[in-house]
């Protein structure tokens, strides 16, 4: 791909809505090239624990971002990844700490080295696989804990083939630390769970204002192609998309503030509009807890009760919310 071609917003559109087709058309955990030398994982319906993931292949270095939550779909993840790097990756980047994106580390190593923020690498740790109790009946199969062994602050940049991978801190957000994967010379971002596509954000561990300053960042790379963590690839304007539901966010919880309503009350009073279709409704009750306490003063990223915060989704979702992983 010229990478001239990348400073037009009409080549960027044509650019975008390609990808974004051929994603949604490949067959469910398919590895769907969306670029020259890039490649995104993606697993709809996009809920919980159903992440995506991508390939960077260019020359002699492959990096994989992100992994898979289960055995069998890691194995998956990685039967496609050989089809492009038959020797697999050389690099496994974490964006965040969650188990969804990082508890298939242990079958890339020890080929690969798995990197990510240096806090990410100490919520990994901390976290273990915690997340697996929550969904007891999900069959997780083997899934190591397997923590990065090359950790960074601000920014770190893969090379390979002349195609760089910059790996660029832009929390908290979805969660203190998160790291999104840049590749300049193709234009195509890997936002992590900064970013959703047809699917609820989840701001709970992370923070409102730094998600929307993140998404401001991300917006001045100007990519053409953008694979979020969760749902079907697209463009730049899946920012646009999550900024809107985040701004709605913001407006629920100043008015539930006023009338006393509690997060829950207020997410089950709420007129969701242009976002009562997307899929985990119940995370806007996480939601509204991590802005209720942003506007009373709790500093980004800092920590909530994740547990009391949950059984509120439980309640307001009516049962355990599904987790299809």
Do not use: K
Request: with cysteine; net charge negative; hydrophobic share 40%.
């Amino acid at each position: 791909m010229n990478t001239d071609t990348l400073t037009s917003p009409a080549a960027s559109a044509a650019s975008a809505a390609s990808s974004a087709a051929s994603a949604s058309t490949a067959p469910p955990g398919s590895l769907v090239r969306v670029a020259d030398d890039v490649y995104a994982f993606v697993q709809p319906e996009g809920g919980w624990c159903l992440n995506n993931a991508g390939l960077v292949a260019g020359g002699d270095t492959a990096v994989l971002v992100d992994t898979a939550a289960t055995e069998s779909r890691t194995r998956r993840l990685r039967q496609e990844v050989a089809r492009v790097v038959p020797g697999g990756p050389d690099y496994v980047v974490n964006t965040h700490f969650h188990g969804d994106h990082t508890f298939g580390n242990g079958q890339f190593v020890p080929r690969a080295v798995v990197v990510a923020h240096a806090g990410t690498r100490a919520d990994t740790e901390e976290a273990g696989l915690g997340l697996r109790h929550l969904w007891p009946d999900v069959e997780w199969g083997e899934t190591p804990l397997t923590l990065p062994t090359l950790t960074f602050r601000d920014e770190l940049t893969l090379h390979g083939g002349g195609v760089r991978t910059e790996l660029l801190h832009v929390g908290p957000a979805h969660t203190a630390n998160d790291v999104v994967a840049w590749v300049p010379e193709r234009g195509v971002l890997f936002t992590g769970d900064v970013v959703w596509s047809g699917v609820t954000p989840y701001l709970l561990m992370g923070s409102v204002t730094g998600s929307l300053a993140a998404l401001e960042r991300m917006r001045a790379l100007r990519p053409a192609v953008v694979v979020p963590g969760h749902g079907p690839v697209g463009g730049p304007e899946l920012l646009d998309a999550t900024e809107s539901y985040i701004r709605m966010l913001q407006r629920l919880a100043e008015e539930g503030l006023r009338r006393g309503a509690t997060p829950l009350e207020a997410a089950r009073q709420a007129d969701l509009g242009a976002f009562a279709g997307l899929t985990d409704a119940e995370r806007l009750v996480g939601n509204l807890h991590r802005a209720y306490a942003e506007l009373e003063g709790l500093a980004p990223g800092a920590r909530i009760d994740v547990a009391a915060s949950f059984q509120e989704m439980v309640a307001y979702h009516g049962g355990l919310p599904a987790c299809h992983a």
